[in-house]
């Protein structure tokens, strides 16, 4: 199956995935980088892997569905199945939804539906709860929200800093999501039950 994965910005879940991929422990083949922020470490990333990338600026463009059928097009054209959202910050507009229906993916750093959009993980330090986490979704036309997937409960610690958390979470993201997507793309027909236990 052929994926593209959309980033933004650092693109460690990118890579955790293409190196998944390219040892054969994720049966896919990431075929495109998208990437809507020239200059983002993700772009680099995708060099050293060899994996091409579209570097594609929302700016050059009249409208969101301009910009959009530009990403179709080369899709498209390398038969992709399947659009993996890795730290994209960009709502997915009609033209990629309805062409790629119920196969976009995202993943949240945050029990969903608790703390949706920007620094979720700020925003789970500042409500003081003991428990946060990371969730996997299908991506439909609103802010973190569309079908649950797969999630994973993640303590706060009283010591807990923005730092020490982040580091947790992306610890669980880079095995979480790889893992979930081989059962996704290669699984049974079951609902995938991503392991729930405390990390
Ligand atoms: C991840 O924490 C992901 O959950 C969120 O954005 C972050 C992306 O990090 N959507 P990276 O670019 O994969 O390092």
Redo the contacts with the bound molecule.
Sequence with gaps: KKIAVF????????QAIAVAAQSGILNADISLLVCDKPGAF?VDRAEMLRIPVLVISPKSYPSKAAYEAEILQRLISLDVEMIV???YMRLIGPTLLEAYEGKIV????SLLPAFPGKDAIGQALAAGVETTG?TIHFVDEGMDTGPIIASAEVKIDASETMESLQKK??RI?HSMYPDVLEELLNGEEEAVQWEKSVH
Aim: aromatic share 4%; net charge negative; charged share 5%.
């Design positions: 980033a933004s910005g650092s693109g460690s879940n990118f993700a959202l890795a730290g995202n993943i949240h750093p990371v979470i992306q993201e």
